[in-house]
């Protein structure tokens, strides 16, 4: 054929249907191909000569002379056909990243083979995507946003999994070459990793973004199963998740918008890319920052999500709460009007998750707990962190009207009691609770103080909380009696010598805020420093009893041999030799204890 009767005529539309002809100059056309959008005036003998499935069908109406063919299902409608009707009559065109996948679909349901043409599109198509396509990860990406519109057939063909494998396998070796990039040498002369420098082999990143959450899943998961580092995954699904759910800034900041319209403004695809990408973090902790985990529980609750996907991600906060702050806690509720102001239920299990991990950690071996560094560990460092996080968190919801008395302490009660050293910010918390909610009954009130440990409060809180008048008179009462022993240990610092300081003071030294500062095996240390001292304590305790055991035998004697007068004169001087909140001493005991008793007395009749 010439050159000359290669030529397209200009296309015919109408309203309904694009025309468009490729015919040989004074040859009328003899057959019509209708396809989804359009049909073509062609001929019968470049067609027949390359497509299996029209050489059929015009075979099977040989002897009635066929002018008519439909092709309804063809993938990629009128354009993929073009394509294919240009490459039947010799009319060169480009094959490209964004048509490959056309022409590979259009060519297998045309049966446009080997088998009936040499060099036939469909081979041509193959070659063009295991040679170039494959090669570049950019190019793999927009033939899967290509086949978006072509499955299953793109699937069937492997042209999408073809492809998914070379992102993976390019991802990951790029990022292995960026890894080798940042090695260094330290100080010391030891190889490792600088992990302030900038990691290059991520760009694929926001190439990633433009896929359908379905493909997107698929790609995810190869590049898991090739080693792709945890961070590199947790920063695309964190891009891809800017992308799908950021579009309403409701999503990740709910005070933007009145609720009714973040519920109508939702949708299936949105829940639909929510729980996937739920379901493709890393197992790894820190992979994601944990401000994002609370973005997509906030999109999660909003949703509708499922059950196991908000669970999962409760599991996941749970674990690494210590870092969270109390924005990332105050997650707004989405039920009806009558309902809290935030969602306390979803706090509640997230604080379950974290002590439920403390008490597994805590039936283990002392020695397996103490010797090993499991990142899963909850140190009391962390303990001590969550503790305050969890009372500013009280004092934050405790002024709701709705909030019941059952989920407050529900709250408080969910963390374990070593937990809290100082109850200054659960004071704080009740007390805002009480002013809140005045029409408490007595047995409630009680009930709530009974979160507090009077003996942990400051001096500051337990000045404020002698003089509460909405506290319980039992709990006033016990607050004054702390008040005395923390005055008696302060006036026992005038002792000379350590071993005549209180049993009081002892403890509250060891016990208090001081260990939470502590590595645990630190920690476990001073626990047996402490456990001694208490045995010696003890054993000092029981001579005392047995002194005064033979005091009290001495009193007897001294009651049959003397009068009154003399009794009374030799048990005052007795008794004043006992001391029972220091150690017993034969060397004048008698003026510390005249000198505390007497101080006490006053400090109680201010009081």
Request: glycine share 4%.
């Amino acid at each position: 054929m010439d050159k000359q009767h290669h030529q397209q005529l200009p296309l015919a539309r109408s309203s309904r249907q694009r025309c468009s002809e490729w015919i040989f100059r004074d040859v009328p056309s003899d057959i019509t191909i209708e396809v989804n959008g359009g049909a073509f005036a062609l001929h019968k003998f470049p067609l027949v000569s390359r497509s299996g499935r029209i050489r059929k069908l015009v075979a099977e109406h040989r002897d009635s002379a066929i002018s008519r063919i439909e092709l309804l299902s063809l993938p990629g409608g009128a354009e993929s056909f073009e394509l294919a009707a240009k490459f039947c009559y010799g009319i060169n065109f480009e094959i490209t990243s964004a048509n490959v996948a056309q022409l590979c679909c259009v060519s297998d349901y045309l049966e446009m083979t080997e088998e009936f043409s040499n060099n036939n599109l469909g081979s041509r198509g193959e070659e063009y995507l295991d040679s170039v396509v494959c090669k570049n990860l950019e190019m793999c990406v927009e033939v899967l946003q290509q086949c978006e519109n072509l499955l299953p057939l793109a699937d069937e063909l492997r042209i999408v999994s073809r492809c998914i494998d070379a992102i993976a396998s390019k991802a990951c070796v790029e990022q292995i070459a960026s890894s080798f990039s940042r090695l260094e040498y330290s100080s010391s002369g030891r190889l490792h990793m600088n992990r302030q420098a900038k990691c290059e082999g991520d760009w694929w990143i926001e190439d990633l973004s433009i896929i359908r959450i379905d493909l997107y899943q698929r790609v995810i998961t190869a590049m898991k199963c090739r080693g792709v580092r945890p961070e590199s995954i947790g920063a695309s699904l964190m891009n891809y998740a800017e992308k799908e759910l950021t579009k309403k800034s409701s999503l990740w900041n709910p005070s933007n918008q009145p609720k009714g319209d973040l519920v109508a403004g939702s949708s299936g695809h949105e829940r639909l890319v929510v729980e996937t990408i739920v379901s493709l973090l890393p197992i790894e902790k820190l992979a994601v920052p944990i401000s994002f985990l609370f973005g997509l529980l906030r999109s999660a609750v909003m949703l509708d999500c499922t059950v196991a996907c908000r669970l999962d991600l409760e599991r996941r906060i749970g674990s690494q709460i210590d870092i969270a702050t109390l924005d990332d806690l105050l997650i707004p509720s989405f039920r009806h009007a009558g309902d809290t102001l935030f969602d306390v239920d979803t706090v509640h299990r997230i604080l379950v998750n974290f002590s439920q991990q403390d008490d597994s950690e805590d039936d283990m071996d002392d020695a397996s707990l103490f010797e090993s560094d499991s990142p899963d560990s909850p140190s009391q460092t962390a303990l001590f962190k969550v503790s305050k996080l969890v009372d500013n968190y009280l004092a934050e919801i405790a002024p709701d009207a709705n909030l019941k008395l059952t989920k407050f302490i529900a709250i408080a009660e969910a963390l374990p009691a070593h937990a809290r050293t100082i109850h200054d910010g659960l004071y704080r918390a009740v007390d805002i609770y009480l002013k809140a909610h005045q029409g408490l009954s007595d047995p409630d009130r009680k009930k709530l103080c009974k979160l507090i440990e009077f003996q942990k409060l400051s001096q500051e809180a337990g000045a404020h909380a002698a003089q509460n008048e909405r506290l319980p008179l039992q709990s006033m009462v016990q607050v004054l009696y702390f008040e005395q022993l923390r005055l008696r240990n302060a006036l026992s610092c005038s002792y000379p010598e350590s071993e005549h300081k209180p049993m009081h003071q002892s403890w509250r030294i060891s016990s208090g805020a001081l260990s939470a500062a502590m590595s645990p095996r630190d920690n476990y240390a001073s626990l047996r420093r402490e456990n001694r001292e208490l045995k010696l304590e003890l054993a000092r305790l029981r001579m005392r009893l047995n002194d005064l055991e033979k005091e009290h035998v001495c009193m007897k004697r001294d009651m049959e041999k003397s009068n009154s007068r003399k009794f009374m004169s030799s048990f005052s001087k007795k008794i004043g030799k006992l001391n029972f909140f220091g150690h017993s001493s034969s060397r004048g005991s008698t003026s510390p204890s005249k000198h505390s008793q007497g101080t006490e007395s006053k400090a109680t009749e201010r009081a």
